[in-house]
Nanobody, 122 residues
Framework: QVHVVESGGGLVQPGGSLRLSCAASGRTVSSFAMAWFRQNPGKEREFVAGFSWATGNRYYGESVKGRFTISRDDALKTVHLQMNSLKPEDTAVYYC???????????????WGQGTQVTVSS
């Protein structure tokens, strides 16, 4: 079993920045994939960014490329999502998730955090 906990989020003006963090605990995460998805009411969860601990590769959704950066802290088993140049359309509940293998769709992930609200508004 893996427990995933997000932190960060909040209200920010367009063009601003936020940093989300996600800590995984439980079984060994050395071969995990961890990712961020986001969701608005009535819509499917959208892949934002992901990281494969096994390969070291990072992946981004098209709508956030060049603006968001995912990074990791091996010692703390934590991944961070630095979000810059935020737009109103980035407003959503952001979820951290983990799985044995990397994927870009929500059904491929087994362990989910509770979600954190990000609101981009003036």
């Amino acid at each position: 079993q893996v427990h995933v906990v997000e932190s960060g989020g909040g209200l920010v003006q367009p063009g601003g920045s936020l940093r989300l963090s996600c800590a995984a605990s439980g079984r060994t995460v050395s071969s995990f994939a961890m990712a961020w998805f986001r969701q608005n009411p009535g819509k499917e969860r959208e892949f934002v960014a992901g990281f494969s601990w096994a390969t070291g590769n990072r992946y981004y959704g098209e709508s956030v490329k060049g603006r968001f950066t995912i990074s990791r802290d091996d010692a703390l088993k934590t991944v961070h999502l630095q979000m810059n140049s935020l737009k109103p359309e980035d407003t959503a509940v952001y979820y951290c998730t983990a799985a044995d293998n990397f994927g870009t769709t929500a059904p491929e992930y087994d362990y989910w955090g509770q979600g954190t609200q990000v609101t981009v508004s003036s």
